[in-house]
């Protein structure tokens, strides 16, 4: 399987894999506070500093120090005073209590060591009305991303999300590779 790296500006995973398009999938708008969970170099994190707004918040949270300092960086180029990057486990990531719209994870719950766990600390960070997000790869053979065996099929998704105590709103494809589940607090 080739292991191929995504950037933060990689113009060809925009080809397949657009944050904007995602972000107005999943309501993204100005001055909301968003949550990004393996954030990497920032590939979801930029765009949604840009698209939130001065009056909005991302904090965005990866366990590599490298990504983070590159996010940083890159934020800082950009103006973006709105973005908070920091090196964290998200095992034990509560950036805050009950402060967000949406935590988002970006193809990224299956590589976390207990996503029980961080789903439940999810739920520690979002607002009542808030969601989570989790963008992920599908269940299928391809030339890159993680290998099989170590994706969540929807189903494996779907029922980790609702084991953490939320319900699902959604379940859609977001392009060629990728599924996505909205999935918000139970009333």
């Known amino acids: 399987m080739n292991k191929r790296r995504f950037l933060a500006d990689d113009p060809e995973r925009k080809q397949w894999q657009d944050p904007d398009t995602i972000f107005s999938s999943i309501g993204l708008g100005e001055r909301m506070v968003f ?3 393996g954030c990497g170099e920032g590939y979801f994190a930029l765009p949604a500093g840009r698209r939130i707004g001065p009056g909005g918040k ?3 949270v990866d366990i590599n120090a490298e990504a983070v300092a590159h996010l940083r960086e890159q934020a800082k180029k ?3 005073d709105n973005l908070f990057a920091d090196v964290m486990e998200a095992e034990t990531a509560v950036v805050c209590q009950g402060c967000a719209d949406i935590v988002f994870f970006g193809i990224d719950l299956h590589d976390f060591n207990d996503p029980l766990t961080v789903l439940k600390n999810a739920k520690k960070m979002l607002k009542p009305s808030g969601r989570i997000v989790d963008l992920d790869w599908k269940d299928m053979p391809m030339d890159f991303g993680p ?3 170590k994706r969540f099929s929807v189903a494996k998704a779907k029922n980790l999300i ?3 105590g939320f319900r699902i709103l ?5 392009g060629p590779y990728h599924y996505l589940i909205i999935a918000a607090h139970f009333a």
């Not at 959604?170 to 977001?174: G, K, P, R, T």
């Open 170 to 174: 959604s379940v859609n494809d977001a």
């Open 147 to 149: 290998p099989a065996e």
């Open 58 to 60: 991302v904090f965005a």
């Open 162 to 164: 609702q084991s953490a």
């Open 35 to 37: 949550i990004d969970l």
């Open 78 to 80: 950009e103006g973006l």
